[in-house]
C-alpha cells in the first residue's frame, strides 16, 4: 500500500513562508474554487491556509535556539478526523492514503475540526466548507506536467529544500531513507494517530577539533616550534669562538 | 472551545423536550401501575407531547444554525455506522417521530388493550409506542452526549460523565416542566413529578460536579514537547502563521478570560441546581396554594437560564491540543 507523505527537515527550514505562498497560490487557482481571505487589506485579516509557519523559540537566552515549524495536515494513518465525519466529505483514499474533504459534500458542521488534534484543518468563510492539505492531489498525478514537477506547491517553493515528499510505506524511498537515518519522528505520537507526514529533527553542527588533531606529531610546522633556551646550553659552538 | 449559540439552544431545548416526555410516559406507568390515578388521554398525554415536540422542534431548528451548508443536513445521517453525529441525526428525528405518535394515540384514544400480560398488565397502543419512545429518547441522550464524548482529545468532554449529565440535566429540566404543565392539566401527579424532578436535579448535581472536579485536576496528555518534537523545557511560541486571528485561534478557545468562565461555573451551579431545588421544594409545600404554579413556573425559567450558561461553561471549560501551536497572538 501506498501512503504519500512529505518529510519536513525542521533542520535546514529557514521559515521563509514560501511554501506558504505557493500552496497558497496552487489551491487558490484549483478547481475546488479561492481559499476565501476575508479582509485580507483590513486591520484583522484572515483566511484559510493549507498550511503556516510558525516559530518557535527553544530555550533562555543566550542558550536559544529558533525553531521554524512548517505544519500542515499530517495525512494520519489511523486519522481520526474521517471516522467523525457525518457526511462521508472526509474520507482518506485507499490508494494513496491522502486524507481528504469533498467540498460538494461538506455541510460545515466543524466536526472533524474538533478531532484533529494539530488543528490542520481550517473552515473557508465564505464557501463554509472544511479545507485542509491534498498534498496537491490535482498536481501530483497530472500528467501533462513534466515529472519532476509532479510535487506538491510547497515542496517545489522550498528554496532550502526543506520538503520532501514520497512514499512512506516503500522503504527505499527518498521520505523513507530520511526517516530512518535522521531520526524522523511524528508529532504528538501519545494519541495513535500514525501521521505520515514527518519531522526531521534539529541537528546544532559543530566541529569538535582535538588538541592532538591540531598539534600532529608529524606535522613539519611543529618542528620549528622546538624552543631552545641557549643560556643553559652548552655547545660546542660556545668553545672558544667568537 | 468556542461555545456556539446553536448548539447550546439544541442541546438545552431537546434535553427539556427528552425529559418532559420521559416524565408523561413515566405517569403512563405509575398509573398502569395504580399508584397514580389515569390521566386524561387528550388534555394530558397528547397536550403533553405536542408541549415536549415544541421543544424538540425548537432545538432541531436551532441546529442548523450551527451548520455552513444547512441545505445539505440531509447528507449529516450517511455515516451513521462511524459517526456520533449521523447517529444524532438519525434518532431525533426518530424520537420526535415517535414522541408524535405516542401523542397522536393518546389523542385518538388507542387506549384500548390489545393484549393482556399475565392477566393483569393490559397493553394498549400507547403503552408499546411509549416503549419504544422512551428508547428512542435515551439513544438520543447517548448520541449527543457521545458526540462530545467520543472526541478523546478534549479531556473535559472524553467521560462518560458527560452522557450522564446530558441526562440528568435533560431529565431534571424537563421534570420540572412536567411538574408545572401537571398542576394545571393533572393536579394528582404534581407531587410525583416534583418528587422526580427533585431526584434528578440532585443526581446532576453530583454528576455535574464531579465532572467538574474532574476538569480542574488532572494533566493533559500533550505538551508542546510532544506537539512540535522537541525535548526542551522552556519552549515559547513567536509566531503563529497568522498575522490576524485564523479559524485555528477562534474556534478552539472560550473567547473569554477564565475568571468569567469560573464565575459562570458558581452562577450555573445556584441556577441550575440549587435554586431550583429550593423552589421545588417550597412548591410542593404549597402545591394547594395559589403560590404553587409562580414557584414552579420560576423554578423552570431559572433552570434553563442556568442551563444555558451550564452548557456555555461546557464549551468554555474544555480545551484543546491544538491550542498548543497557536500560543501566541
Ligand atoms: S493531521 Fe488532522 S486533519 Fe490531517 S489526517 Fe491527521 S487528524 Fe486528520
Ligand atoms: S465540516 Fe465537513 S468534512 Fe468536517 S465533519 Fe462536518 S461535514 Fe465532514
Known amino acids: 500500500m501506498t501512503q504519500l507523505a512529505l518529510v519536513i527537515d525542521l533542520n535546514t527550514c529557514v521559515g521563509c513562508s514560501a511554501c506558504v505562498t505557493s500552496c497558497k497560490e496552487w489551491n487558490t487557482s484549483g478547481e475546488a474554487g479561492p481559499m476565501t481571505d476575508m479582509m485580507p487589506y483590513g486591520e484583522d485579516p484572515t483566511g484559510t491556509f493549507f498550511n503556516r509557519v510558525q516559530t518557535f523559540e527553544i530555550g533562555t537566552y543566550p542558550n536559544t535556539q529558533t525553531v521554524h515549524f512548517p505544519k500542515s495536515c499530517l495525512h494520519c494513518e489511523e486519522p481520526p478526523c474521517v471516522p467523525v465525519c457525518p457526511t462521508g466529505a472526509s474520507y482518506k483514499r485507499e490508494e494513496d492514503g491522502i486524507v481528504l474533504v469533498d467540498y460538494d459534500k461538506c455541510i460545515g458542521c466543524k466536526y472533524c475540526s474538533w478531532a484533529c488534534p494539530y488543528g490542520a484543518r481550517e473552515i473557508d468563510e465564505k464557501q463554509k466548507v472544511m479545507k485542509k492539505c491534498t498534498l496537491c492531489v490535482d498536481r501530483i498525478y497530472d500528467q501533462t506536467l513534466p515529472e519532476p514537477e509532479r510535487k506538491p506547491a510547497c515542496v517545489l517553493a522550498c528554496p532550502a529544500d526543506a520538503r520532501i515528499f514520497g512514499d512512506v510505506h516503500d522503504p527505499q524511498s527518498e521520505v523513507s531513507v530520511l526517516i530512518r537515518e535522521q531520526g524522523g519522528y511524528a508529532l504528538m505520537p501519545e494519541w495513535g494517530t500514525k501521521p505520515a507526514n514527518h519531522y526531521l529533527p534539529r541537528r546544532k553542527q559543530e566541529m569538535h577539533i582535538h588538541a592532538d588533531e591540531l598539534e600532529r606529531a608529524d606535522n613539519p610546522l611543529s618542528k620549528e616550534d622546538l624552543k631552545i633556551d641557549d643560556k643553559d646550553i652548552t655547545s660546542v659552538d660556545g668553545f672558544g669562538g667568537w | ?329
Not at chain 2, 33 to 43: F, I, R
Not at chain 2, 227 to 238: L, S, W
Request: net charge positive; glycine share 8%; aromatic share 14%.
Open chain 2, 1 to 329: 472551545m468556542h461555545p456556539a449559540f446553536s448548539v447550546i439552544f439544541l442541546t438545552t431545548l431537546i434535553g427539556i423536550g427528552q425529559g418532559l416526555f420521559l416524565a408523561l410516559f413515566t405517569g403512563q406507568l405509575y398509573a398502569l401501575a395504580q399508584l397514580v390515578p389515569l390521566q386524561d388521554s387528550e388534555t394530558f398525554y397528547a397536550h403533553g407531547s405536542a408541549l415536549a415536540l415544541v421543544f424538540l422542534i425548537a432545538g432541531l431548528i436551532a441546529s442548523f444554525f450551527h451548520l455552513g451548508r444547512p441545505e445539505r443536513a440531509w447528507r449529516s445521517a450517511t455515516k451513521w455506522r462511524t459517526s456520533w453525529l449521523a447517529r444524532e441525526v438519525i434518532v431525533l428525528p426518530a424520537a420526535m417521530g415517535l414522541i408524535a405518535m405516542y401523542g397522536a394515540a393518546h389523542y385518538l384514544s388507542f387506549t384500548k388493550p390489545l393484549f393482556t400480560v399475565s392477566g393483569v398488565l393490559p397493553v394498549d397502543l400507547t403503552l408499546l409506542i411509549g416503549l419504544a419512545a422512551t428508547g428512542a429518547t435515551f439513544a438520543l441522550f447517548v448520541c449527543t452526549g457521545m458526540i462530545y464524548a467520543s472526541i478523546r482529545f478534549i479531556r473535559e468532554w472524553a467521560t462518560p460523565l458527560t452522557i450522564f449529565n446530558f441526562i440528568f440535566m435533560g431529565g431534571a429540566s424537563g421534570f420540572v416542566l412536567a411538574t408545572l404543565f401537571s398542576l394545571f392539566e393533572a393536579p394528582e401527579l404534581v407531587a410525583l413529578f416534583g418528587f422526580w424532578a427533585i431526584i434528578l436535579t440532585t443526581a446532576a448535581l453530583i454528576t455535574r460536579s464531579i465532572s467538574l472536579w474532574r476538569n480542574a485536576n488532572g494533566t493533559p496528555k500533550s505538551t508542546i514537547q510532544s506537539a512540535i518534537g522537541v525535548r526542551h523545557p522552556k519552549i515559547v511560541q513567536t509566531a503563529t502563521g497568522a498575522m490576524g486571528g485564523s479559524f485555528n485561534t477562534k474556534e478552539f478557545r472560550s473567547g473569554s478570560p477564565a475568571s468569567r468562565v469560573r464565575q459562570a461555573k458558581y452562577l450555573f451551579m445556584l441556577l441550575v441546581f440549587i435554586a431550583p431545588l429550593a423552589l421545588l421544594a417550597l412548591a410542593l409545600t404549597t402545591i394547594s396554594s395559589s403560590l404553587a404554579w409562580p414557584l414552579l413556573a420560576l423554578a423552570f425559567v431559572i433552570q434553563y437560564a442556568g442551563l444555558l450558561l451550564e452548557r456555555w461553561t461546557f464549551f468554555a471549560d474544555a480545551t484543546h491540543p491544538q491550542n498548543l501551536y497557536y500560543q501566541s497572538m
